[in-house]
């Protein structure tokens, strides 16, 4: 679930932090029903929790319905203990 967000994907979609935070990130409005894009991202979480990045290239749509075509990259952060905490 997204916890916190930066501006650029928000400024980029006209979405708000309320509409994301504590949603999947797949659940987003950002995707409408890209079934392509969502996969790729839920394969990129999944390779994150095994303690891989990703970076790949998706199609995100703004409140409009255009598309924006993103470089999205995902990483899992560790805590001092080498255990992922957060993706």
């Known amino acids: ?6 501006q ?5 979609t006209g979405l708000r932090t ?3 935070q504590g949603r999947l990130v797949t659940e987003c409005a950002w995707f409408r ?3 392509e894009s969502i996969q790729k991202v ?3 979480i999944v390779r994150a929790q095994e303690g891989e990045s990703s ?9 409009e319905n255009k598309s924006i ?9 560790r ?9």
Not at 79 to 87: F, P, S, W
């Open 8 to 12: 650029a994907p928000l400024l980029l």
């Open 18 to 20: 309320e509409e994301v």
């Open 33 to 35: 029903d890209d079934q």
């Open 55 to 63: 970076r790949l290239d998706i199609v995100m749509y703004n409140r």
């Open 42 to 44: 839920q394969r990129a």
């Open 79 to 87: 805590d001092a203990q080498g255990n992922i905490t957060y993706l």
């Open 69 to 77: 075509h993103v470089d999205f990259q995902i990483t899992p952060l």
């Open 1 to 6: 679930r997204i916890l916190n967000i930066n």
